[in-house]
């Protein structure tokens, strides 16, 4: 490991497993070769001698307000952390906490890439039967956006499926209510005008494929779905709340009588990689697009697994110079 | 059988499997004593002798445009079968094809409710382990909205929950992006004010609940679901499409191996139940609310199965006076 190597800054305090599962997520990195900063209580954080430590007095919590919370708690453990991205002590953040609250702070504390209007979040959503999985985005930062917005939420979005992903040229829907080009709210009429520009898919090497459903967001054909932050956030809720019913209830049925756990058992084997990919911990944590360096947040729920997932993206993201290919990317 | 009943008009030509399919479903119905009207093109009709038929030459495709389908083709299935029940000659109409024409052809012949702004599409969404579907709606009829509107939407699925499935006193969640009030879009920041009044509630003697996600589509605490008929049709499909695709995924896994073959065969009488559940055949069709008459569009899948629910919902609904109640409910 490089000694002068900045870490990964990593909000303790977030999500529902906090703080140990989040320091166990830490050490996994640690023990890869990443380095990584903990943020967090001074209770949370003692007794850890491997990973250096900055200490945050306060937390946000899952369901306060963002705006105000960031405004608030200025020494909380998110603050903090976006703090150290801006100071050049870290070169990235890593939350599981509240969403909103790590776009607030980081949006604040780092500030967004010049020329982005509004920072997106990027969420990726599982292709079953294909490792790659496909970005969402706006899943949820900006509850109501303007056409231009959502051509600047493609543009973000396919370098970052280059940048993370390989996608050489990736394939850019935009989620509508039928697949011709007059379907659809006035926004999506509009944006889809917009999309079928060819000068914003030149400069990001994307290509616009037309409308797209809520049927197509697992669809393998396309890489990228823009929409606005309001319809992309019921159709990530829509997504998981359907598949975390079926799998629950495919569990259910799965120990309902002896014969059907004994076929569940022979079964286990073809239906693991399936179970994986539906798994949060293992789809990886979603991006905030157009701030000023790489913020992650890990979903609520997230495990050492999924935490030391994002902080392998977020550092790989910085090493590999993503924010300045957004730069570049981006129209002043 | 009633001889002076009238019949459900079926549009024997709407859907992926009609004529055939459409035929054999309206056939059950008449063998379970509901009088169905068969309208269709000349050379689908031939040789049915036991179920009345009214002719047209036309057919309204899939993927026309429902507006402008509805007004060239006044010779359609589906303009013919909105005919009869305007003129009284049958009580209802059914049809597994284009949902958007079935709305227009019922908007622009059957006329709308007094005092109905707009028309939604409600349609049931399986709750897994629940025999009641939820209701969603707009799904789609409407891509923009007022917050009135969707007031009335709120009015007119809880008569639904009630007249369709006995719910005494339906309780009515707001789709949002989070579930404090404050969450959302302007739309439902407004709508949720206006759906927080007690006089519409008692009115429709329903219970707004407040808002719900994405992931509560198949809570089995809520039963009606407003939206907007963009954010409705997005979720609609993003459910359908991630369910198609897990099943898919299960299907594949089940024959991966012999062993995978074996348990399947032995979880088979287990899973039945959930794959019923999932099964757009077994949910039921999407009524038009607010058409002054009753108005089932069946999924465009439909076989005889769903053909045959679809009729026996619209008669009942008929013969229960559901239009009737809606007019009650309904402030002019």
Same mark, same amino acid.
């Given at each position: 490991?490089d ?21 166990k ?24 001698s ?5 200490f945050?007095?306060?937390v946000?919590?899952m369901?306060?307000?963002?705006a105000?919370?960031?405004r ?21 953040? +890593?939350?599981? &906490?509240? $969403? @909103?609250a790590?776009?607030?702070?980081a /949006?604040l ?7 982005? *209007? ?9 292709v079953?039967?294909r490792?790659k999985?496909?970005?969402l ?16 939420f ?12 390989s ?8 989620l ?8 659809g ?23 616009f494929?037309?409308?797209v459903e ?7 054909d396309?890489?990228?779905? +823009?929409?606005d &932050?309001f $319809? @992309? ?5 829509? /997504? ?8 629950? *209830? ?25 179970y ?12 905030l697009?157009g701030?000023?360096?790489v ?8 495990g050492?697994?999924?935490i030391?997932?994002?902080?392998s993206?977020?550092?790989e ?16």
């Amino acid at each position: 490991m490089d000694p002068n190597a900045l870490p990964v800054a990593v909000d303790a305090m977030g999500g529902d497993n906090a703080p140990s599962e989040i320091i166990k997520g830490a050490e996994l990195a640690l023990e890869a070769g990443i380095p990584v900063l903990l943020v967090g209580q001074p209770d949370a954080l003692t007794g850890i001698s491997d990973i250096p430590t900055k200490f945050a007095s306060e937390v946000i919590g899952m369901g306060e307000d963002p705006a105000s919370a960031v405004r608030k708690k200025k020494d909380s453990s998110l603050v903090r952390s976006a703090e150290a991205v801006r100071d050049g002590h870290a070169i990235a953040m +890593v939350s599981a &906490g509240n $969403t @909103g609250a790590t776009m607030a702070s980081a /949006l604040l504390k780092i500030g967004r890439i010049r020329g982005v *209007s509004r920072p997106a979040i990027a969420t990726p959503i599982p292709v079953l039967g294909r490792t790659k999985p496909n970005i969402l985005l706006d899943s949820g930062a900006n509850a109501e956006c303007n056409p231009e917005w959502l051509v600047q939420f493609a543009e973000m979005g396919a370098v970052y499926a280059r940048d993370r992903f390989s996608t050489s040229k990736p394939k850019i829907g935009l989620l509508s209510i039928g697949e011709e080009p007059g379907k659809g709210s006035s926004l999506a009429k509009e944006a889809f005008k917009l999309l079928s520009d060819q000068d914003w898919q030149k400069r990001c090497s994307g290509e616009f494929v037309g409308n797209v459903e809520g049927r197509d967001l697992m669809n393998p054909d396309i890489d990228v779905i +823009v929409t606005d &932050g309001f $319809t @992309g956030n019921v159709a990530l809720k829509t /997504l998981e709340g359907t598949a975390k019913s079926i799998v629950s *209830s495919l569990l259910d049925a799965f120990s309902s009588t002896p014969e059907a756990a004994e076929g569940a058992k022979l079964l286990a084997p073809a239906l693991l990689p399936l179970y994986e990919r539906l798994d949060p911990e293992s789809v990886g944590g979603a991006i905030l697009l157009g701030i000023k360096g790489v913020a992650i947040v890990s979903h609520g729920s997230s495990g050492p697994k999924a935490i030391f997932n994002a902080i392998s993206i977020a550092h790989e993201l910085s090493t590999d110079k993503h924010v300045q290919h957004l730069e570049e990317v981006i129209r002043r």
